[in-house]
């Protein structure tokens, strides 16, 4: 069982004019037994976090606790994780049970035998224990590539884009497979991927970094709800949310964000008023306007595309793009001028600047009303 904290995590690669902070000053609590996903693009610095909690690459700044005990020092044998990659770096002329076996007859335990037999059953790899990598399919050597981490009751399970090498089909059976496992053996997962569906999926926890920092650590619901900057709105959804230049005008209650083809009222709450904006709506969150009058986006379908039981429509408004998504037949063809809507809870207001989330503020309570 594990905790995991991150106090301050910094890794620079290169000196000089050529440095680059790989990870900027990560700080991060996994608690016990947390299916944690550190999401973002490729280059953000997600592998040399993982790497750095694994031992494989030591930090230039920053702590790392396992269960409170310091180990930013500690060799990777000391800190009892276990790390799986990308790449299975299986051992090609040895069997899968052999493979499996590995971690335990380096470290010359006795019951070898036993405990890769209840691992190759946990991962339903009984029937291939004799055969060698090359006789399995991608989905069996990352199986097997698991059973070797899993043999050694590791504190922690620290994982490097896993499913990255497997086709679609395996992909998504293997995510369900993973999330099982986690439940059942109830050990923290550390879990790097770049794939926002992976995330959404099996994570308890999301941390989407961007550019070495973390952008936000939340819930999959919290990450998509309430992104807290633009990198993270549109980073998670897809197709991604719309988001608008605009000025809020008004007066306190009144507050629309005004632009071009754009003009929606915010509702209360919003200490916004003069500011420069960026309105986002989320594509199922955006309805065909009916009506003379209402909150809206104004602009011109430019494709509409068919997903089976849902349409997809991009239209673009001024001089940006938003996409509504809906049951099938939306009703709507290219070269159509619409007007779509969204309720203003469903609203999310950017800082144009500065990218970050402009937060509502509680409405104020009205005083009683005598009678
Ligand atoms: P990710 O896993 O999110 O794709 P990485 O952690 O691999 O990102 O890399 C983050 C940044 O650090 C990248 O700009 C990468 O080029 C750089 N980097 C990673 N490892 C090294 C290294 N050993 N030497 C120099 N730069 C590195
Ligand atoms: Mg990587």
């Not at 994570?203 to 650590?217: H, K, M, P, S, W």
């Amino acid at each position: 069982m594990s905790r995991i904290q991150i106090e301050g995590l910094t890794r620079r690669f290169g000196s000089g004019n050529h440095a680059v902070n790989a990870v900027d000053g990560i700080s991060l609590d996994v608690a016990d037994g947390e299916f944690l996903v550190l999401l973002g693009p490729s280059g953000c610095g997600k592998s040399t976090l993982l790497r750095m909690i694994a031992g494989l690459t030591p930090p230039t700044g920053g702590r790392i606790l396992l269960d409170g005990r310091d180990i930013t020092a500690a060799e990777p044998r000391e800190r009892n994780l276990a790390m799986v990659f990308q790449s299975y770096a299986l051992y090609p002329h040895l069997t899968v049970a052999k493979n499996i076996g590995f971690p335990l007859r380096t470290r010359r335990r006795k019951d070898v035998d036993a405990k890769v037999t209840e691992v190759a059953k946990a991962l339903g790899l009984e029937q291939l224990l004799d055969r060698r990598p090359r006789a399995l399919s991608g989905g069996q050597r990352q199986r097997v590539a698991l059973g070797r981490a899993l043999v050694r009751d590791p504190g922690a399970f620290l994982l490097d884009e896993p499913l990255s090498n497997l086709d679609a089909t395996l992909r998504t059976a293997t995510r369900a497979e993973l999330t099982d496992l986690h439940r059942r053996l109830r050990s923290t997962f550390v879990y790097v991927t770049h794939d926002q569906i992976e995330a959404m999926t099996m994570a308890t926890r999301i941390a989407v970094l961007n550019g070495g920092r973390l952008e936000q650590v939340g819930t999959p619901e919290e990450v998509y709800d309430a992104p807290a900057s633009t990198f993270v709105a549109g980073f998670i959804g897809s197709p991604a949310i719309g988001l608008l230049p605009a000025e809020v005008r008004g007066a306190d209650g009144e507050l629309r964000a005004v632009g071009d083809g754009v003009d929606m009222p915010l509702g209360p709450g919003h200490d916004a008023s003069g500011r420069e904006v960026l309105v986002g709506a989320r594509p199922e969150h955006l309805r065909i306007g009916t009506g003379a009058v209402g909150p809206e986006w104004r602009g011109t379908v430019r494709l509409v595309e068919n997903l089976g039981g849902e349409e997809v429509a991009h239209v673009t408004v001024g001089g940006g793009r938003v996409a509504l998504r809906g049951p099938r037949p939306l009703g709507l063809a290219v070269g159509d001028a619409v007007r779509l809507t969204c309720d203003p809870d469903r609203i999310h207001l950017f800082c144009a600047t500065s990218g970050r989330r402009l937060v509502r503020t509680p409405e104020p309570r009205r005083a009683a009303v005598a009678v």
